[in-house]
């Protein structure tokens, strides 16, 4: 195994809980009206320091999603997932975007999120799409 180089990102990082390594910008939030079977998750147009899991179809509340798991390349912690697909016309804009569950990811300002009592048991996606 060789040496791990991870990117370290300039201005306000959302990171990994679990080891603090930098996955997205502030500003590549596209938005934060996703969820996820814990709570909270935002949706992203760029994160990195990541590997991509294999392919698989979710439904989900918008309806069924090619996804792949994403993790922290640090410490192998799964953070969230990519749309790879979508079969809904109106869900395409989400392909080839991120999913970062708030609960796996410190704040800008080093909070942490609380997993929600209220959180979906089901499939989890956008209130908004």
């Known amino acids: 195994m060789g040496r791990l180089f991870a990117i370290s990102l300039e201005g306000n990082v959302y990171s990994c809980k679990h080891c603090?390594?930098?996955?997205?910008?502030?500003?590549?939030?596209?938005?934060?009206?996703?969820?996820?079977?814990?709570?909270?998750?935002?949706?992203?147009?760029?994160?990195?320091?990541v590997t991509l899991g294999e392919k698989e179809e979710r439904i989900m509340i918008t309806g069924l999603?090619?996804?792949?798991?994403?993790?922290?390349?640090?410490?192998?912690?799964?953070?969230?997932w990519r749309y790879e697909a979508a079969q809904e016309k109106?869900?395409?804009?989400?392909?080839?975007?991120?999913?970062?569950?708030?609960f796996q990811i410190l704040g800008p300002d080093g909070s942490k999120y609380s997993i929600a009592l209220e959180a979906q048991i089901g499939g989890s996606d956008a209130d908004d799409a």
């Open 90 to 102: 109106s869900q395409k804009y989400k392909e080839g975007k991120f999913i970062l569950e708030r």
């Open 20 to 49: 603090k390594t930098h996955l997205a910008l502030v500003d590549d939030i596209l938005s934060k009206s996703f969820h996820c079977r814990h709570g909270k998750a935002y949706l992203f147009r760029n994160v990195v320091n």
């Open 65 to 80: 999603h090619t996804v792949a798991d994403i993790f922290c390349v640090s410490c192998g912690s799964m953070v969230g």
